[in-house]
Nanobody
Framework: EVQLVESGGGLVQAGGSLRLSCAASGFTFDDYAIGWFRQAPGKEREGVSCISSSDGITYYADSVKGRFTISRDNAKNTVNLQMNSLKPDDTAVYYC????????????????WGQGTQVTVSS
């Protein structure tokens, strides 16, 4: 059974940091790109960051560039998203997703999804 389990969400003040983790199982992790998405109330799900399968090439949305860092540990089947300098606009449910495309930067590129973790940034 494929599973992606996110953790690390919570409530933080503006300017603070959180580290999200995504633990994967049930598929060949090394073969899949992993992406982080977020969805705020009333908005569409958007790609935040992703990392390719084997060579670790990364992508960041302009809104998070310079503040978020994605990394993966293929030995542990995990992907982390370090989020610094958080802003109220970062408030959303954050999802990790796996896909067989080079990048999982669009919803349509994702094959598997986690259940999401809430991130709330207070002003």
């Amino acid at each position: 059974e494929v599973q992606l389990v996110e953790s690390g969400g919570g409530l933080v003040q503006a300017g603070g940091s959180l580290r999200l983790s995504c633990a994967a199982s049930g598929f060949t992790f090394d073969d899949y790109a992993i992406g982080w998405f977020r969805q705020a109330p009333g908005k569409e799900r958007e790609g935040v960051s992703c990392i390719s399968s084997s060579d670790g090439i990364t992508y960041y949305a302009d809104s998070v560039k310079g503040r978020f860092t994605i990394s993966r540990d293929n030995a542990k089947n995990t992907v982390n998203l370090q989020m610094n300098s958080l802003k109220p606009d970062d408030t959303a449910v954050y999802y990790c997703a796996a896909g067989s495309y080079f990048f999982v930067d669009k919803v349509s590129n994702a094959d598997y999804w986690g259940q999401g973790t809430q991130v709330t940034v207070s002003s």
